[in-house]
């Protein structure tokens, strides 16, 4: 067997030398065939023979090192003398060219070289074939040229900005090499160019910004800065890292955004208040989008919403107050006492409803739902809704608006898919009212009258309305709501059973009597007096006693006669009119039947009335607008030496008519029951804190009674310290010896 022949060091690298000046050759363009099969393998089985040879004839580390040697050559001679004589994009140009030629010449030296990637490189944990000739470019190209062709492309960007046409590609080429020859770290990108372009956009924004601020309206400078975000989001996606992209958006946003905000929004004539007093949503949207990427960039849009809206509230709470003040004055000073069909009040009410809609649709479609939106809309609401408005509380107003939506005939004429909305939105505004006891008063004492009276339109309202208020409200608050409802159909079991009775007893009414059975827990408190009935009630009533007491056990009857309802015939000189009116002015009609003539005296002993109530009576039929008593002397006003007799002239278009009920301040009845109720509330909520805490100081205790009572109402602090005083009088609690303003619980 033949030994191998030895390849010298000189001999061999003379032989590649050949080699890489003919793949120089090819790699600049000049005439020169491409390697056959034969010449690669030659050239490889060179390097494998002079690796492979036994020492001192192995040459793998010079081979090492002239495989080094031959890019710095190359670059030297070759590449940086190219790259030096060009400027701009003709530099970037030149750079991406050289970059692809010196990977075309890393990838076939390292095919020749091969062998020492297998064994040497890897025995002495030395930088790879394909590493070396990256480092070889980085040190002796990329750290010449780095300066000069970031500045190119910072050029090229500007012109982009600046509306002209680039070539991206050439842009996104260069800066892979920035990338590459980090070697897998982002470093030289960073370092060399992305800072410096993190810099000039900056200055560059910042420039724009001063001319478009001191030029444009609020609704064109966020135009521009969203075009400007946006390219500049599309330059990210054609040619630079996506991990510049939050950075280079930040640096925009600062410039733009972020250092013009005040004096964008309060931009005279065009700022955010003025784009939401013109409903500008497409406007506002932007400024929502432009200003959610800056921290906290949403809170002055917010609180410039909340004025906004509470300005627009505040002014409706104005324009009704001097309306209603108006009216009082025409009316000489003389406030009605029905505010539930007071037309003023129900456009309050409904033109709140249309603030709240316009303005959740701001919330919802300019505004993406934001929570900070919400909580602003918020705490508008609440701000105007809580104010008086022409001495009337908002919580009365929506009470008496669902009455009237709820009540046969009471309003416009509206669908039931109408009226289900308009009561949906306004137990949504419920949730801003402070007073919700109030409303709750209110309302019951509406409900309870439309129940008695027949008057409701719709029992699937009424009971919706209940269910969406036990959802909003809690159980509590629709408990005794609830129980009325449930008690009138109890009512109308039992007047059947009535019915049924006589017919099972052989026995009839002298009159065609309903009686409606109520749970004194439920209803508004009604007021009990001893009332002379007629002969013909009498006898109804007795009738209706009797069945009670042998149907029902252990329960005692008390008659309401101010809520009950009678119909009467007056048998007038030119025709008999049909009367409904209440059981206490039938009363008193009846009385007329016996006589012609009765004084206000004789009036209120046969009809066992008090003075006040029938005062009320007596003008609701003698002084209103159906005047069927004719009252001695003329006045507008029952007097107690007047005299009253039948209008026998009395007539009337219709045959059938309702008389006025008497008046009275049910308003101020409520507000006192209200009131009673807190301070039972306020109690309650004292007693519960301190048996829980035994020993609490006095701020304590007011703020967790606040905290426990203000789902319901504002508990006022003065009536907070009242109750306080009026506990410990009352030995529920004591104060601390030593410490005057802690209080301890009496067990």
Avoid at 44 to 61: A, F, G, L, R, W
Avoid at 282 to 293: E, H, I, K, P, T
Avoid at 526 to 549: N, R, S, T
Avoid at 566 to 595: C, H, W, Y
Wanted: charged fraction near 30%; glycine fraction near 4%.
């Amino acid at each position: 067997m033949q030994e191998r022949r030895i390849i010298e060091l000189e001999g061999g690298w003379s032989f590649m030398e050949k080699g890489i000046t003919k793949l120089k050759n090819i790699l600049e363009g000049e005439a020169e065939e491409q390697f056959s099969a034969e010449q690669y393998m030659m050239l490889y089985t060179t390097i494998y023979n002079m690796c492979t040879q036994k020492p001192p004839n192995d040459y793998s580390e010079p081979l090492y090192t002239k495989y080094r040697e031959a890019f710095s050559t190359y670059i030297s001679e070759r590449v940086l003398p190219a790259l030096k004589e060009e400027q701009n994009e003709f530099l970037l140009k030149e750079l991406h060219k050289r970059w692809n030629n010196h990977k075309v010449m890393v990838r076939w030296l390292s095919r020749f070289f091969n062998y020492l990637d297998r064994y040497y490189i890897t025995r002495h944990s030395l930088h790879s074939l394909n590493d070396v000739g990256l480092l070889r470019f980085r040190d002796d190209v990329y750290t010449q040229v780095k300066q000069r062709a970031k500045d190119a492309m910072l050029v090229a960007i500007e012109q982009e900005r600046e509306g002209e046409q680039i070539d991206r590609s050439l842009l996104k080429n260069v800066l892979g090499i920035f990338i590459e020859v980090g070697m897998g770290t982002m470093d030289a990108y960073n370092l060399d160019f992305e800072q410096h372009l993190l810099s000039t956009t900056s200055e560059y924004y910042k420039k724009k910004a001063a001319s478009w601020i001191a030029e444009d309206s609020c609704p064109d400078y966020m135009q521009k800065a969203e075009d400007a975000l946006r390219m500049e989001e599309e330059r990210v996606t054609n040619y630079l890292h996506v991990d510049t992209k939050a950075k280079l958006l930040t640096a925009v946003e600062r410039e733009l955004l972020e250092h013009y905000e005040t004096e964008l929004l309060e931009k005279e004539h065009s700022g955010a208040a003025a784009l939401m007093r013109d409903d500008k949503k497409a406007d506002l949207a932007r400024m929502y989008r432009l200003f959610a990427r800056v921290t906290k960039g949403l809170e002055p849009v917010a609180n410039i919403f909340k004025k906004h809206v509470e300005g627009e509230g505040t002014k409706l709470v104005l324009q009704v107050t001097e309306a209603l003040n108006n009216k009082k004055d025409k009316d000489s000073g003389k406030p009605s006492k029905d505010t539930g069909s007071g037309s003023q009040e129900q456009t309050y009410v409904k033109t709140v409803i249309e603030l709240h809609d316009k303005y959740l649709e701001y919330v919802t479609e300019c505004f993406s739902s934001s929570s900070l939106f919400h909580k602003a809309l918020k705490e508008a609401f609440e701000a105007f809704c809580n104010k008086q408005v022409g001495g009337l509380a908002s919580a009365e107003l929506m009470a008496n608006f669902c009455n009237t939506l709820l009540t046969k005939g009471g309003g416009e004429k509206l669908t039931e898919d109408a009226v289900e909305d308009m009561l949906d939105k306004v137990v949504k505004l419920l949730a801003y009212i402070s007073d919700k006891d109030l409303f709750a008063e209110f309302y019951r004492k509406r409900l309870s009258r439309r129940l008695l009276q027949d008057k409701s339109a719709s029992d699937d309202h009424e009971r919706a309305v209940l269910t969406r208020l036990k959802q909003q409200c809690g159980a509590q608050f629709t408990s005794k709501m609830e129980g009325m409802v449930t008690d009138l159909a109890l009512a109308r079991e039992k007047q059947q059973a009535f019915e049924s009775w006589q017919r099972q007893n052989s026995k009839s009414s002298p009159l065609d009597l309903s009686v409606t059975v109520l749970t004194t827990g439920f209803w508004p408190a009604f007021k009990a007096i001893d009332l002379a009935l007629p002969q013909e009630m009498v006898d109804g009533v007795a009738l209706f006693k009797e069945f009670y007491e042998e149907t029902v056990k252990h329960r005692r009857l008390t008659w309401y006669y101010h809520s009950g309802l009678a119909t009467i015939r007056g048998n007038f000189k030119q025709k008999p009119i049909d009367m409904l009116m209440s059981t206490t002015q039938a009363a008193v009609v009846l009385l007329f039947n016996s006589e012609e003539k009765l004084s206000f005296s004789e009036i209120r002993e046969r009809a066992n009335l008090p003075e006040e109530d029938l005062v009320r009576i007596l003008h609701s039929l003698s002084c209103s607008k159906y005047k069927i008593l004719a009252k001695d002397p003329p006045g507008k006003a029952p007097g107690k030496n007047d005299t009253f007799a039948i209008n026998m002239a009395f007539t009337d278009r219709m045959r059938r008519i309702k008389i006025p009920a008497p008046p009275q301040d049910e308003r101020r009845k409520v507000m006192e029951n209200v009131d009673q109720d807190r301070r039972h509330a306020i109690d309650a909520a004292i007693v519960r804190t301190m048996k829980s805490r035994k020993v609490l100081q006095h701020q304590q205790l007011v703020l967790e009674v606040v905290q426990q009572l203000q789902r319901m109402f504002q508990p006022d602090i003065k009536q907070i310290k009242k109750r306080i005083e009026d506990l410990i009088q009352r030995e529920f609690l004591e104060r601390d010896a030593n410490q005057p303003n802690t209080f301890k619980y009496v067990a």
